[in-house]
């Protein structure tokens, strides 16, 4: 098993929370000035420097579902998939544990720790099949731009943009959660366990949709 890449996949995943609920909760302290967009841009740019940064080292998943969508496609065994989502929860929980010491806790008490939930007048279909066709659209793009070995070498740029135009469409539908440990960390820590596998199922199953018609129609042709 690879421990340098469990490290690597637990950092990564810390900064998504760390960086993804703390840019929800200073939004609320700024009276909404950065909006969704602002959001959205936290967790791809998050997303994009730790793909980057552990991408040599783990193949930047920190994701469940990214992970559990590459070992659909054999592209990790067992073994170091499941350090993977073991490390990736970790990272998911200690980023919201150290969130909580950085902001005030009516702040963070006020977006519900900014666990990903379903919006307004949303059925918790909706929000799965979202769930499911965001993280399909995520897995795709980390499989074209990370995964395929003729891909360009800017793949942590386009997995963070990826993130953003998700989070853009998909915030007030289901939260866009696309990574279960970006739910369970902050549901853990005070956001509560609500429809929590929604954000197992949804993101499971488009991940590993993405890896098989990416690995089994544009991958498997060039062999």
């Known amino acids: 098993m690879n421990f340098k890449a469990f490290i690597a996949e637990f950092i990564g995943t810390f ?3 760390f960086i993804g609920v703390g840019a929800i909760a200073s939004n609320y302290l700024n009276n909404g000035a950065t909006g969704l967009t602002g ?3 936290a967790h791809g740019l998050a997303i994009a420097v ?3 940064a552990t991408a ?3 193949g930047g998943h920190l994701n469940p579902a990214v992970t559990i969508g ?3 496609a054999g592209r990790i065994n067992i073994a170091n998939a499941i350090g993977y989502i073991i490390a990736q929860c970790l990272g998911a929980i200690v980023g919201a544990f150290l969130i909580k010491l950085c902001m005030p806790i009516n ?3 006020a977006v519900g720790m900014g666990t990903p939930a379903i919006g307004a007048e949303i059925e918790p279909s909706m929000a799965l099949i979202t769930e499911i066709i965001l993280t399909f659209i995520l897995v795709f793009v980390i499989y074209g731009t990370a995964v395929d070995k003729r891909a360009p070498q800017m793949g942590g740029l386009y997995i963070g943009l990826a993130v953003a135009l998700d989070v853009l469409m998909g915030g007030p539908i289901s939260g866009a959660a696309m990574n279960p440990a970006r739910h369970l960390g902050p549901a853990l820590l005070g956001g509560g366990m609500q429809n929590t596998w929604l954000y197992w199922v949804g993101p499971i199953i488009g991940g590993i949709l993405a890896a098989q018609v990416y690995a089994n129609i544009f991958e498997k042709k060039h062999l």
Do not use: V
């Open 15 to 17: 900064t998504l929370i």
């Open 39 to 41: 959001i959205a841009l």
């Open 50 to 52: 730790m793909a980057t």
């Open 56 to 58: 040599a080292i783990s």
């Open 70 to 72: 590459l070992l659909s």
């Open 107 to 109: 702040a963070l008490a």
